[in-house]
C-alpha cells in the first residue's frame, strides 16, 4: 500500500505563509483522490482540502477557501497545501491522506494516512 509522509509544518506568526508537502511512495496522480486533514487538540478531526485524482477538482472547508490551496506534483509523487494568512485558529496537526477512487470529505472514506506534521501559528 503507498506510504505518505508530510512534511513542512513548523512555526509561524499570524499572517505568514507555510507550504506543506505530502510525499508518496508511489504514483499517485490518476489513481489516488488527495486530501489535508487536520486535528487540533480536544477537536475532532476536521477536513481541510482535497485534490482528484488528475487534479481537474478542488475542494476546501468554508474555513481555509481563500487562503489555502492544494496541488499536486507528478513528477515528484507529491501533493502540497499552500497556507495563507494563517490564523491561530489553524494550529492543529496537519494529515496527508489518499483514496483509490473519487473525492470525499470524510475522514473515514480515506485509507492511506502519513504521520501529520505540527503546524502552530502564533498570535
Known amino acids: 500500500q503507498v506510504q505518505l509522509v508530510e512534511s513542512g509544518g513548523g512555526l509561524v506568526q499570524a499572517g505568514d505563509s507555510l507550504r506543506l508537502s505530502c510525499a508518496a511512495s508511489?504514483?499517485?496522480?490518476?489513481?489516488?483522490?488527495m486530501a489535508w486533514f487536520r486535528q487540533a487538540p480536544g477537536k475532532e478531526r476536521e477536513f481541510v482540502a482535497a485534490?482528484?485524482?488528475?487534479?481537474?477538482?478542488?475542494y476546501y472547508a468554508d474555513s481555509v477557501k481563500g487562503r489555502f490551496a492544494i496541488s499536486r506534483d507528478d513528477a515528484k509523487n507529491t501533493v502540497d497545501l499552500q497556507m495563507n494568512s494563517l490564523k491561530p485558529e489553524d494550529t492543529a496537526v496537519y494529515y496527508c491522506?489518499?483514496?483509490?477512487?473519487?473525492?470525499?470529505?470524510?475522514?473515514?472514506?480515506?485509507?492511506?494516512w502519513g504521520q501529520g506534521t505540527q503546524v502552530t501559528v502564533s498570535s
Open positions: 491522506a489518499a483514496n483509490k477512487g473519487p473525492v470525499w470529505m470524510k475522514d473515514y472514506e480515506y485509507a492511506y
Open positions: 508511489e504514483r499517485t496522480f490518476g489513481i489516488y483522490a
Open positions: 485534490i482528484s485524482w488528475k487534479g481537474g477538482n478542488l
